[in-house]
Every structure is written in C-alpha cells, then in structure tokens.
Nanobody, 121 residues
Framework: QVQLVESGGGLVQAGGSLRLSCAAS????????MGWYRQAPGKQRELVAV???????QYAESVRGRFTISRDNAKNTVYLQMDSLKPEDTAVYYC???????????????WGQGTQVTVSS
C-alpha cells in the first residue's frame, strides 16, 4: 500500500520560514510528478508547486519567489521550503504524487493526510 507521510507544519510569525517534507512509502514502481497543494478554510484546494520527474518546476503566482520545491528521488521525498510567510499562506498543505504501482499500470494520484500551516500577523 502506498502512503505519503507529511511533516513540518506548524505555527510561525509573518516573515518566518517553514520546511515541509513528504515521503512516499510502500510498494510502487515509479513516481512521476510530486507537488504541494493547499486548502484554506472556505476555499478550494489550490496548487502551490509541482516538480515533474523531468521538466521545470511550477509555482502558483502567489508563492513564486518565496517558496521552493525540491525532491530527493533516492528517498522518494519532496520538500517545500517556505520563506517570507504571510498570513494568507495559512492553510492545510497536502502532498501529492503521481505513482505507478506496476510497470503496466497507469499513474495514479496519491495524497498525504495534510499538515496545518498557520502564519500569525
């Protein structure tokens, strides 16, 4: 069974930094894109950043220049370094990964359980 386990959320003051981690575990063949989404109260889930297995990373305009996504393929882990945090960054952050469990199966999106990030003003 494939699992994505997140860590690193918490409470921080505006202007501060946090680093989120998400590790994929279980039995699978390959991971394609890995990324981060977030959902604030009363709002839809939105893309924050995505790192394809081969290609350019993409960022939401609201976080460009402040957040950095990176991945360690050897550890099946994706990170999100969040700097210059703002109160509007407050949300539950979800890790997402497109995973192929076997060579002949299609990629399937898996989600982490979510980690709360709260930025106080």
């Amino acid at each position: 069974q494939v699992q994505l386990v997140e860590s690193g959320g918490g409470l921080v003051q505006a202007g501060g930094s946090l680093r989120l981690s998400c590790a994929a575990s279980g039995r699978f063949f390959s991971i394609n894109a890995m990324g981060w989404y977030r959902q604030a109260p009363g709002k839809q889930r939105e893309l924050v950043a995505v790192s394809p297995s081969g290609g350019r990373t993409q960022y939401a305009e609201s976080v460009r220049g402040r957040f950095t996504i990176s991945r360690d393929n050897a550890k099946n882990t994706v990170y999100l370094q969040m700097d210059s945090l703002k109160p509007e960054d407050t949300a539950v952050y979800y890790c997402n990964a497109e995973i192929r469990t076997m060579p002949t199966t299609a990629r399937y999106p898996y989600w982490g359980q979510g980690t709360q990030v709260t930025v106080s003003s």
